[in-house]
């Protein structure tokens, strides 16, 4: 326990004799080198090491419970990912506030500027909720009565909404091909029917009171799911060409309405569809067609006001109790619906000055890992077959990065394209409407395209969609399509990552967040995509060593989430691995290396697919036998007890 504290109570011992402030304090035998860059600004370090020093809490013991230790002093719901989003709000705010003051600025005559400021101030301009402004802008036919309700419904689709009766989505099948799935009515969503929503509907069409209209909409759901089966997985799909949906079910025109409904300029009748129980879908087809159709399109329309009101950060859903933080809520709001605009306007103004130097960084440290993930995969730990082991080895040699949130080969031609195609409109909804369906517009023609160059810019923003929460943009992800790491802006800034970082704090976090990213190509999910993204069958093949399913055995004998510990795990030990020189040998090197990996997680309290922060540090670490070395673990704690998995 004493060498455990040695680090930061060492600290206390040297007060006042590191030269940039006598406030910051810092053992001697911190290695200051610059790896990749011939210097780098003490200062920067300096501060960020008295922020990590300031969380650690030495009444804990490392050895015991080291998130404990490491995150003990770490502000209750509060996060590196919150610190680092926290900080780009405000740029954006900042940024789109100074060019709304200056519509004569240099970037108002730019792409995007002018809209974005327009969009802003409509949207803090708002004072109440005024939902049939949607439905007023949709352009509603005279009489829902006439309307068929797959005819609305396909309109409703071009922004995004396309959940109910008969359900279709779109998902990437392998690198240049997509699945559609069509799916019946889904009744795991039924509608919250509020009063605000009733009194956006046309009063015209309907002569029913708020409650009678909402019994009327539960009687529809329940019939509508006691038509359908429940299911969980894609197991069920079966693959049938456009024509032989129409065939099946020519009760509807499906050409018509699945070119409406996806923003496409037309799909031909050979295009494969993924199909969930057509039998179902027919039968409510029919049903619906029987129907009246006033109930049914005054379903559809209180659903989509539903579906707007649910997107991440609309200020109409807390009009009146945001306390203040409108502008914020604005910003964020405006990030999800006209992500390509804003990312354009941070990477002109805030990002592209920093560019090359966090590039050249990154993609050191990058290639470096990759080059050791291959000697493990040539190791052949788990003794598989030879083809194999050169599938997965071409994976890692053609795993690729990308910095920031655009795409990497995007032409300022696009970004004009962009801009001439996304209109902002009146007011609030007539921007969040246009923002949506200029969006989804774009997505349908990168869905449809089939040349290498649409492709390649889809890829880099595929998944931002929205109504994607933020995590998407809180921290690299794999992309298993396009065998590439994505690094958010939101990653490349204090407190996770600086190019001006010492090896400790560099290594600590981004080697250890790449390696964690790398090995994503490897959990059970995403190792059937080989180095192309197209489907294979490798786990079959893995699942069948005895080695392999050993090694899942031990990392999931916890009852962990197995497709996040393989890769804290495994990228912890690959980070190690990469970067065991001799600055690592100096216990005070190796304890801020730990502490730092450990910022990561602190306040981190898990999802559906995540432990939480302190069940997913303390068991790394615990798989990490250098760790137990540093902080000089007795055999027995609880750090070093755990049973050793062998994996990558």
Same mark, same amino acid.
């Given at each position: ?15 006042g ?14 290695s ?11 200062s920067?370090?300096?501060? $960020? ?42 740029q954006?705010?900042y ?5 709304s003051r200056?519509p004569?600025?240099? @970037? ?10 327009t969009?802003?101030q409509?949207c ?10 949607y ?7 005279t ?22 009766f008969? @359900? ?23 509608l919250?029917?509020?009063?605000d929503?009733?009194e ?8 029913a009171?708020?409650?009678?209209l ?17 299911? @969980?997985?894609?197991d ?20 018509e ?11 031909g ?10 039998p179902?879908?027919?039968? /409510? ?14 379903y ?12 991440p ?7 009146e ?9 604005c ?11 804003m ?6 103004n805030y990002?592209?000055?920093?560019? /090359? ?10 290639g470096?890992l ?8 040539r ?13 997965l080895?071409?994976k ?23 801009d ?26 990168? @869905?449809g395209?089939?040349?290498?160059y ?5 890829y880099?923003?595929?998944? $931002?969609?929205?109504?994607?929460g933020?995590n ?11 065998n590439?790491i994505?690094?958010p802006?939101?990653?490349v800034?204090l ?10 704090l ?8 790449l390696g $964690? ?17 197209n ?41 190690i ?21 450990a ?10 697919y995540h432990?939480?922060g302190?069940?997913r540090?303390?068991f ?10 540093i ?9 070093n007890?755990s049973?050793?998995?062998p994996?990558?």
């Amino acid at each position: 326990m004493e060498m455990a504290l040695r680090f930061f109570s060492f600290c206390i011992l040297l007060a006042g004799t590191v030269p940039v402030s006598s406030s910051i304090l810092i053992p001697n035998n911190i290695s200051r080198t610059c790896p990749y860059k011939s210097s780098c600004n003490s200062s920067v370090n300096l501060r $960020h090491i008295e922020m990590l020093r300031d969380c650690v809490d030495n009444t804990k013991d490392p050895c015991d419970d080291f998130y404990a230790y490491a995150c003990g002093n770490w502000k209750r719901n509060y996060t590196a990912t919150s610190t680092s989003e926290d900080q780009i709000n405000s740029q954006y705010k900042y940024l789109i506030e100074n060019v709304s003051r200056n519509p004569r600025s240099p @970037e108002y005559r730019q792409p995007v500027y002018g809209k974005l400021a327009t969009y802003y101030q409509h949207c803090l301009a708002l004072r109440s909720s005024n939902l049939r402004r949607y439905l007023e802008l949709l352009n509603l036919p005279t009489s829902l009565n006439s309307t068929n309700w797959m005819d609305l419904l396909s309109g409703l689709g071009q922004y995004g909404y396309r959940g109910h009766f008969v @359900e279709v989505t779109v998902r990437w099948h392998n690198s240049s091909q997509h699945m559609i799935f069509v799916e019946p009515h889904n009744h795991r969503l039924n509608l919250n029917f509020t009063l605000d929503i009733y009194e956006a509907l046309p009063q015209g069409d309907f002569p029913a009171s708020y409650s009678t209209l909402r019994d009327q909409f539960v009687r529809l759901e329940n019939q509508l799911s006691s038509l359908v089966k429940s299911h @969980e997985t894609d197991d069920s799909f079966t693959v049938y060409s456009l024509d032989e949906i129409q065939n099946k079910v020519p009760e509807l025109n499906w050409t018509e309405a699945l070119t409406k409904q996806l923003n496409r300029t037309s799909i031909g009748g050979d295009h494969s569809f993924q199909v969930d129980d057509l039998p179902a879908i027919r039968e /409510i087809v029919i049903v619906l067609n029987s129907m009246d159709r006033r109930l049914l399109n005054l379903y559809s329309l209180a659903r989509f006001l539903q579906y707007l009101l649910q997107l991440p950060h609309n200020p109409l859903a807390t009009l009146e109790s945001d306390g203040g933080m409108r502008s914020l809520r604005c910003i964020r709001q405006m990030r999800r619906v006209v992500y390509i605009p804003m990312n354009y306007a941070y990477e002109r103004n805030y990002y592209a000055p920093r560019r /090359i130097s966090d590039e050249f960084v990154i993609r050191k440290v990058f290639g470096e890992l990759r080059e050791k993930l291959e000697e493990a995969v040539r190791s052949n730990p788990f003794q598989v077959q030879p083809d194999l082991v050169d599938q997965l080895t071409e994976k890692v040699q053609k795993m690729r990065i990308n910095v920031g949130n655009l795409p990497p080969n995007a032409s300022e031609q696009f970004y004009s394209d962009v801009d001439r195609r996304w209109k902002v409109g009146e007011d609030f909804y007539e921007d969040h409407l246009n923002g949506l369906l200029f969006y989804y517009s774009i997505v349908a023609e990168l @869905e449809g395209g089939v040349d290498s160059y649409s492709q390649s810019i889809w890829y880099s923003f595929n998944m $931002h969609s929205p109504d994607f929460g933020d995590n998407i943009d809180a921290t690299p992800y794999f992309h298993c399509l396009s065998n590439m790491i994505l690094v958010p802006y939101s990653y490349v800034k204090l407190p996770f990552f600086h190019a001006d970082f010492w090896p400790a704090l560099l290594y600590g976090d981004l080697a250890n967040t790449l390696g $964690h990213e790398m090995l994503h190509a490897f959990d059970t999910f995403l190792m059937d995509y080989d180095a192309q993204g197209n489907m294979r069958n490798f786990s079959d093949q893995l699942i069948k060593e005895p080695l392999y399913k050993t090694a899942l055995d031990c990392l999931d004998q916890s009852d962990g989430i197995l497709n996040e510990r393989i890769p804290d795990v495994s990228g912890s030990r690959l980070a190690i691995r990469t970067y065991m020189g001799d600055w690592l040998s100096l216990p005070d090197n190796g304890q801020l290396y730990f502490i730092q990996f450990a910022h990561f997680f602190c306040g981190d309290e898990g999802d559906k697919y995540h432990e939480s922060g302190s069940q997913r540090l303390n068991f790394a670490v615990s798989q990490v036998p250098k760790f137990a070395e540093i902080f000089e673990c007795k055999e027995g704690s609880k750090i070093n007890s755990s049973p050793q998995c062998p994996f990558w």
